[in-house]
């Protein structure tokens, strides 16, 4: 799971005016189908004016707004069969985990957000296929490119802000400006005070996404396996590789366990009905050592009038 929050910058990464642009731009791959904390299938016309008119004393040149990606991996997209449902309550607790990794005690609900699922993706000059010339630039990327983008509102929701001062649950004087890229970090003295660690948002949607769907997630998926490995030192990224080398032999056994199951229980199907209670009296591990009453061959008892000769002779 990737959770990028791109930086400003100009053309659509620009955040200081209307949202519009970017709004009208995500629009490219299916109209409409915008959602929520609370509601689903919001015109994007709606979602420009929503955004554009929840800000307060901010200046000018000040960001208006945020971009928040998330993007699922392929296995995880596997996981939960893409399934659009599963995605949007994924998204809507992601953005939870936004709201409370700035340490000011507010919930989504305290957000204005809305999201979009998209399913395709293009390559781009970022891309090393580009870059090096294997791929042209604005092509299909193959697989399942799922992901999703949030546009949220930097300062925190008026229409609840004032709700709640009327009722004398707040005493601020103004509502919260979030900033995402702020520099602070859990600020405890100061005119600023919380801030926003991105990355332990990062490793909270991962957690986030794990519980809500029970993914067993590999080491080597993890936002702390890349991020050691990215900039860790090389005494810790050779622990981490000793790490995920012991888990992925323990997965591969669990692997070849779960598969043989299946395989030892369609043989004892093709077996003859005689034979199947002898295979199920011998457990495996006895059977590997000595050969059990059914794995022995059999006798063959003496003739009949044999035995009454010998009878004659003892006589």
Not at 11 to 30: D, H, P
Not at 86 to 102: G, I
Not at 191 to 219: C, H, I, W
């Amino acid at each position: 799971m990737v959770a990028k929050i791109p930086s400003s910058g100009k053309g659509l990464s620009q955040r200081s005016g209307s949202s519009g642009g970017l709004v009208a731009y995500l629009e490219k791959e299916v109209q409409g189908q915008w959602f929520s904390f609370d509601r689903e299938d919001v015109p994007a016309a709606e979602v420009t004016q929503t955004l554009d008119r929840n800000k307060r004393n901010l200046n000018r040149d000040a960001d208006k707004y945020y971009q928040v990606i998330l993007a699922p991996s392929q296995a995880e997209l596997r996981h939960i069969g893409s399934d659009p449902e599963k995605l949007r309550d994924y998204t809507r607790a992601a953005m939870e985990q936004y709201a409370a990794n700035f340490g000011k005690g507010i919930e989504g609900r305290d957000l204005v957000y809305f999201a979009k699922v998209e399913h395709e993706r293009t390559t781009g000059p970022a891309d090393r296929a580009v870059q090096v010339g294997d791929v042209a630039r604005g092509q299909a990327k193959p697989g399942d490119q799922t992901h999703i983008h949030v546009l949220v509102s930097r300062t925190e929701n008026l229409a609840r802000y004032n709700e709640r001062k009327q009722a004398g649950e707040l005493d601020r004087k103004n509502p919260y400006h979030l900033s995402p890229l702020t520099n602070h970090k859990d600020t405890q003295r100061g005119v600023v005070m919380g801030g926003f660690e991105r990355k332990q948002y990062s490793e909270r949607v991962e957690q986030a996404f794990d519980q809500a769907f029970a993914y067993e997630r590999p080491l080597t998926e993890t936002f702390r396996y890349a991020h050691i490995m990215q900039h860790g030192t090389p005494e810790q990224c050779a622990a981490l590789l000793v790490q995920a080398s012991r888990e992925q032999q323990a997965a591969q056994q669990r692997q070849v366990v779960q598969q043989a199951a299946p395989e030892q229980q369609a043989a004892v199907q093709q077996l003859t009905p005689e034979q199947r209670p002898a295979l199920a009296v011998a457990a495996p591990a006895q059977a590997a050592q000595e050969p059990g009453p059914a794995q022995q061959p059999a006798v063959p008892e003496p003739p009949a009038p044999e035995q009454r000769r010998v009878r004659g002779l003892r006589r």
